[in-house]
Each structure stands twice: as structure tokens, then as C-alpha cells.
């Protein structure tokens, strides 16, 4: 099967051809200092969170994590904005292409996706930007703008929720960050979720026991 047989929006749009046109077409412009500022802006919210755990505890954690989805579900009504399925088009090819546009042009990370059968797939991230930034437990912080993205898809088709499970991670040790995602059976928990809770209990634990 084709892993990526949809196209999606580019959330942010006017900005991005805003960019494309005053900075990156600059002779005079080194592209990798966007990588430089969203790494800095990526390691402020992992640090907004901490604090906000260890100053203000669970409110402040919640407080947090419900600004985070909010961004991450309006990422993914931008990318989803007026866009239809084809009558060709699994459901299992959906959550492929739609991971797969999440990966690449939202998290900027190049990827190798697979759709095992018409229930399954996977993908291997081979880089992320903040692998060398993040250690394993700091990931948590991404989940939530995931989550967003997840909650906008449901939104708007109820019909190709999904299930998505890490596997393994590059600042764990890994040499790719590994997901695996399965169709949602009706009435399931989610399981994004569930794990996410644990985390942010994990998370405020930590942020007590430093006290």
C-alpha cells in the first residue's frame, strides 16, 4: 500500500510563504537558524511545564497541558481544513499519510512509514530535532500538541480513529523513535491518553520529591 496517498494542509500558511519569500530566499539567510529558534522555543515550553509542575503543582500542570492540545487541535483543523477521503482511500492509508504529514512537515523529521495490513501501521523517525536537546522523559511534553492533532482528526472523521502506541525513542537510546498505531475498536480508551495521564502523575512526583 502507498503510505502516503493524501495530502493535507500546511498549517500556518500565510506565514510559511511569508518566510519562504522575506527569509529563506535570502542569499544571506542560513536556514538552519530556524532550526536554531524552534529548538529554543521547544526546550521554553519543556521548561514552562517543569516549572509550572514545580511551582504550582497539578493545577499548573493542567493549566499547561490543556494549552498545549488546544495548539496541537488547532495545528490539525488547519491541516484538515476542507479536506475529503477519497472513496479509494482505507482508513489505514488515512492514519498513514496523516501521520506521515504530521512527521515531515509539522515536526519536521524525516521518517520510513509502513502499513502492515488494513489494520496496522508503523513509521521509524530517523531524526528529530530535539534528540539531542530532550532527554527520554522530556518527550511527554510533545504528546499533549500530538494529542490536539489526534482530537481534530476524530473531530472531523469519527470513522478513522486510531490507536498510537511509542515504541521506542532516539533520547531513550534507540537509533529511531519507533510508533505503532492500530485502528480503534469501538468503544476502546484511548490509549495516547491513558499513558499520557501516567506520565503527568510520574511528572509531578518527580517535581515533589525535588522539594
Known amino acids: 500500500m502507498d503510505t502516503l496517498k493524501m495530502r493535507f494542509n500546511y498549517p500556518f500558511q ?9 527569509a529563506l530566499s535570502r542569499k544571506d539567510y542560513d536556514p538552519v537558524s530556524l532550526f536554531r529558534w524552534g529548538n ?14 514545580a511551582e504550582l503543582g497539578e493545577p499548573g ?9 488546544e495548539v496541537g487541535r488547532e495545528v490539525g483543523r488547519q491541516m484538515l481544513d476542507g479536506i475529503e477521503v477519497p472513496e479509494d482511500i482505507l482508513p489505514i ?10 512527521n515531515r512537515e509539522i515536526y519536521a523529521s524525516p521518517e520510513a512509514p509502513e502499513i502492515k495490513d488494513e489494520e496496522h501501521c508503523s513509521f521509524d523517525i530517523l531524526w528529530c530535532p530535539h534528540q539531542d536537546s530532550y532527554k527520554a ?23 478513522m480513529d486510531f490507536q ?4 521506542q525513542t532516539i533520547p531513550a537510546g534507540a537509533k529511531t523513535c519507533r510508533f505503532d498505531i492500530r485502528r480503534k475498536k469501538p468503544g476502546e480508551k484511548d490509549e495516547w491518553e491513558i499513558y499520557s495521564d501516567a ?13
Not at 500542570?61 to 492540545?69: D, E, G, R, S
Open 40 to 53: 529554543m522555543l521547544g526546550m521554553a515550553v519543556l521548561k514552562m511545564l517543569q516549572t509550572a509542575e
Open 61 to 69: 500542570q493542567n493549566a499547561m497541558i490543556k494549552a498545549l492540545i
Open 137 to 159: 522523559f522530556d518527550c511527554r511534553v510533545q504528546r499533549y500538541l500530538v494529542q490536539g492533532m489526534i482530537e481534530a482528526a476524530r473531530e472531523k472523521f469519527p470513522t
Open 93 to 102: 492509508e488515512f492514519i498513514s499519510a496523516f501521520a506521515s504529514w504530521i
Open 164 to 167: 498510537l502506541k511509542v515504541v
Open 199 to 211: 506520565l503527568a502523575k510520574k511528572a509531578l512526583e518527580k517535581a515533589r520529591a525535588k522539594k
Open 14 to 22: 500565510e506565514a510559511g510563504l511569508r518566510c519562504a519569500k522575506d
